[in-house]
């Protein structure tokens, strides 16, 4: 199976900055996207940002212009320089892969990470 770790989050001050990492490993025959799913307390998970193996990238609206996502194709990792954080992204962030385990296209499924605590907060 597929493991993907995360890191990087932690308490900020507003307007600070925090990079948060994921890695996946395991039973990758390739990856066709990577990304980053926010939680509030009481809330839904949202999409944050995503990027495809194609380098396409899509930002929730809240944080365009604030949060850049970069991705390492040969280290099966993704980044997010999160800057000028404000007290409303406080939440759990959660790195999800869309990974191929096989050659062809059916063969694919979503795994999640085990979610990096955002705290934005004087």
């Known amino acids: 199976q597929v493991r993907l770790v995360e890191s990087g989050g932690g308490l900020v001050q507003p307007g600070g900055s925090l990079r948060l990492s994921c890695a996946a490993s395991?039973?990758?025959?390739?990856?066709?996207?990577m990304g980053w799913y926010r939680q509030a307390p009481g809330k839904e998970r949202e999409l944050v940002a995503a990027?495809?193996?194609?380098?396409?990238?899509n930002y929730a609206d809240s944080v365009k212009g604030r949060f850049t996502l970069s991705g390492d194709n040969a280290k099966n990792t993704v980044y997010l320089q999160m800057n000028s954080l404000k007290p409303e992204d406080t939440a759990i962030y959660y790195c999800?892969?869309?990974?191929?385990?096989?050659?062809?296209?059916?063969?694919?499924?979503?795994?999640w990470g085990q979610g990096t605590q955002v705290t934005v907060s004087s």
């Open positions: 999800n892969a869309r990974v191929m385990y096989g050659p062809i296209a059916s063969m694919s499924a979503d795994y």
């Open positions: 395991g039973s990758i025959f390739s990856i066709n996207a």
């Open positions: 990027i495809t193996s194609g380098h396409s990238t």
